[in-house]
């Protein structure tokens, strides 16, 4: 299993995850990387990071191999993204009436959802929720914060991984 995983520096307008001697061609939050993330910001935190648990849909993808803890996201899945509510940064079942993402998208991104050890030892308000590894846009657009792979990259990705992994960001 690998023990890390590294963002490395941009070349040529484009980002890649370092997993060994693989480049995963990747996209990052649309504010780039921050060492001072922030709710809303739009960036990928500097930061060593924990692969906690990975979330996905059965109903699209039948079986996945990796060695993380796995949950499955339903239709009543949420995750808090309020600040100022006890749940910050944490999922929720829904509905929800504090702000929140619906985890279960139309557009298949969060088919696949690596929950990453980001804010979350406790949560801090205000310094960023739902910092995930998702699957890309087709043209590898920005995200919101997260890191996102191709839907193929991030399950070839997952079969090297385990909660002993670690997501290096540097700045």
Not at 13 to 37: D, E
Not at 140 to 154: K, S, V
Request: net charge negative; with cysteine; glycine share 10%.
């Amino acid at each position: 299993m690998l023990t890390e995983l590294l963002l490395e520096p941009e070349e040529n307008g484009l980002r890649f995850l370092r997993a060994g001697a693989t480049r995963y061609r990747c996209a990052i939050g649309k504010g780039g990387v921050s060492p001072g993330k922030r709710e809303g910001d739009g960036a990928t935190p500097v930061a060593v990071m924990a692969l906690r648990r990975l979330w996905w849909r059965r109903d699209r993808i039948a079986h996945v191999h990796c060695a993380l803890p796995m949950s499955e996201i339903t239709p009543d899945l949420g995750w808090c993204d309020d600040p100022g509510h006890a749940s910050y940064n944490r999922p929720v079942p829904l509905p929800f009436a504090a702000s929140h993402e619906k985890m279960c998208r139309d557009d298949g991104l969060y088919d696949l959802v690596v929950e990453l050890g980001w804010n979350d030892a406790p949560p801090k308000p205000g310094h960023g929720s739902a910092i995930f590894m998702h699957i890309a846009r087709e043209n590898y657009g920005p995200t919101e914060g997260c890191i996102a792979l191709a839907r193929d990259d991030l399950m070839a990705l997952l079969s090297r991984v385990d909660a002993n992994t670690l997501l290096t960001v540097r700045g």
